[in-house]
């Protein structure tokens, strides 16, 4: 199975930051990863699909970008409604596998 | 306005049966490729199982860790899918939800414990 290790698992962060997730894919997924956002108890939210476009009403300060077989979301100017659990996960093949999650925590 | 319900989750002993029901609306259910996601206690997700549509024979993929005790399908007249769970294991704990192709829509998840 495609391993794609995320990092950070938690992040402290400000409201106003940058706040940059990768993922890496144990091998080529091309560009068939998605983003996901979750609060808690709510299902997941798709944000990023094919590793760089913007979900249907996905605020601009959200993107996706890939390098190789990183892949990167990006929030740029925090806001207070991102703090949030974030997922990546692998289409490419099944089975279809997430990354272990980053938590976002205010400082 | 898209939305999958799940429903039919509960507490169940270890080795026994439950079947999920994920109803669904407002979008065109019989061409839709439709998956089963599950979220451990530990918040990790775990993407489970896959239907194909009527084109692609209804064909079936699943993780390896649920093959030969669950099983997906689909009724297209009711635009619902179905996971039928057998031999549950303690592993089996989790928030299972139902999502359409592109992983775009979720439903709100239901509960399964196994636990004697």
């Known amino acids: 199975d495609i391993q794609m290790t995320q990092s950070p698992s938690s992040m402290s962060v400000s409201l106003g930051d940058t706040v940059t997730i990768t993922c890496r894919a144990s091998?080529?997924?091309?560009?068939?990863v998605n983003w996901f956002q979750q609060k808690p108890g709510k299902s997941p939210r798709r944000m990023i699909y094919r590793a760089t476009n913007l979900a249907d009403g996905v605020p601009s300060r959200f993107s996706g970008s890939r390098s190789g077989s990183d892949y990167s979301l990006t929030i740029s100017s925090l806001e207070s409604e991102d703090v949030a659990d974030y997922h990546c996960?692998?289409?490419?093949?099944?089975?279809?596998?997430f990354g272990a999650g980053t938590k976002l925590e205010l400082k | 306005e898209v939305q999958l319900v799940e429903t039919g989750g509960g507490l169940v002993q270890p080795g026994k049966s439950l079947k999920l029901t994920c109803a669904t609306s407002?979008?065109?259910?019989?061409?839709?490729?439709m998956h089963w996601v599950r979220q451990s206690p530990e918040k990790r997700l775990e993407w489970i199982a896959r239907?194909?549509?009527?084109?692609?024979?209804?064909?079936?993929d699943y993780v390896e860790s649920v093959k030969g005790r669950f099983t997906i399908s689909r009724d297209d007249s009711k635009s619902s899918v179905y996971l039928q769970m057998n031999s549950l294991k303690e592993e089996d704990t989790a928030t299972y939800f139902c999502t359409r192709t592109g992983l775009d829509y979720w439903g709100q998840g239901v509960m399964v414990t196994v636990s004697s």
């Open positions: 239907i194909k549509d009527k084109s692609h024979n209804y064909a079936p």
């Open positions: 407002g979008f065109t259910f019989t061409t839709a490729w």
């Open positions: 996960l692998q289409y490419d093949e099944n089975p279809y596998t």
């Open positions: 091998q080529d997924v091309g560009i068939y």
